[in-house]
T-cell receptor
Framework: AQSVAQPEDQVNVAEGNPLTVKCTYS??????LFWYVQYPNRGLQFLLK??????LVKGSYGFEAEFNKSQTSFHLKKPSALVSDSALYFC?????????????FGKGTRLSVIA | DGGITQSPKYLFRKEGQNVTLSCEQN?????MYWYRQDPGQGLRLIYY???????QKGDIAEGYSVSREKKESFPLTVTSAQKNPTAFYLC??????????????FGSGTRLTVV
C-alpha cells in the first residue's frame, strides 16, 4: 500500500527565512512524488515533481524539494520565505510500477509566513 | 484556455436530497478523479475513471455515485445515503499517455453545505 506522512500540521516561519515542509512516503518500489499548494477555497496547484534523475528538484515560485531514497523523504524547501507563500501544502505519491493507480495525498501542512 | 471547471462553487443541500456536482475538462485528459477535503484530513479519494463508461470506487465511495458518459465530463452525485456530506469537493484530471508522468490538474472546487 502507498502512504504519505506530513508530520507537521502547521509550520511558522518569518519572512526572509528559509522554510522546510516535511514529507515521508511509503511505496513498493520506486516512487513518483509531487508537491501541490492550495490557497483558500481553491483547487490544488502543481509545484514540482520527482520522477527520476537529480535528487534536487526545482519547481514553481522558487520552491525546490530533495528526494532522499534512504530516508524515504521528499521535503519541500525555499531559501527565503515570502508572506505570499502562506498556504496549505500537500505531498503526494504513487509507485512507479503501479499502473495508473491514483495519487495518495498527505493530510497537508499549513505554512504561515510572518512579516 | 484549457482547464477543468467545477460548478457550482457553492451548493446547499437539504436533508434527504440528492445533489450533483459538475466537473468538465477540455484538456483531453483520460483520467478524472473526485476527492473530498475535510479540515485536517487531507484529500480522500471518492471515485475515479480512466476511460469512458468505466469507473472505480475510491476509499470513501459510500453515499456517492458517478458517471462517465463523455471523456470531458465526470459528474458526482451526493446521495441522501451520505450522512455527512458537508465538505469541499475537488475534481482532478490527468492524461494517461505517459503513465504516471504528469501531476493532476485540479478544478477550483465545490463547497457543499447541508442546511
Amino acid at each position: 500500500a502507498q502512504s504519505v506522512a506530513q508530520p507537521e500540521d502547521q509550520v511558522n516561519v518569518a519572512e526572509g527565512n528559509p522554510l522546510t515542509v516535511k514529507c515521508t512516503y511509503s511505496v513498493s518500489g520506486n516512487p513518483y512524488l509531487f508537491w501541490y499548494v492550495q490557497y483558500p477555497n481553491r483547487g490544488l496547484q502543481f509545484l514540482l515533481k520527482y520522477i527520476t534523475g537529480d535528487n534536487l528538484v526545482k519547481g514553481s515560485y522558487g520552491f525546490e524539494a530533495e528526494f532522499n531514497k534512504s530516508q524515504t523523504s521528499f521535503h519541500l524547501k525555499k531559501p527565503s520565505a515570502l508572506v505570499s507563500d502562506s498556504a496549505l501544502y500537500f505531498c503526494a505519491v504513487r509507485a512507479l510500477n503501479s499502473g495508473n493507480t491514483p495519487l495518495v495525498f498527505g493530510k497537508g501542512t499549513r505554512l504561515s509566513v510572518i512579516a | 484556455d484549457g482547464g477543468i471547471t467545477q460548478s457550482p462553487k457553492y451548493l446547499f443541500r437539504k436533508e434527504g436530497q440528492n445533489v450533483t456536482l459538475s466537473c468538465e475538462q477540455n484538456l483531453n485528459h483520460d483520467a478524472m478523479y473526485w476527492y473530498r477535503q475535510d479540515p485536517g484530513q487531507g484529500l480522500r479519494l471518492i471515485y475515479y475513471s480512466q476511460i469512458v463508461n468505466d469507473f472505480q470506487k475510491g476509499d470513501i465511495a459510500e453515499g456517492y455515485s458517478v458517471s462517465r458518459e463523455k471523456k470531458e465530463s465526470f459528474p458526482l452525485t451526493v446521495t441522501s445515503a451520505q450522512k455527512n456530506p458537508t465538505a469541499f469537493y475537488l475534481c482532478a484530471s490527468t492524461p494517461l499517455t505517459v503513465p504516471g508522468d504528469y501531476g493532476y490538474t485540479f478544478g477550483s472546487g465545490t463547497r457543499l453545505t447541508v442546511v
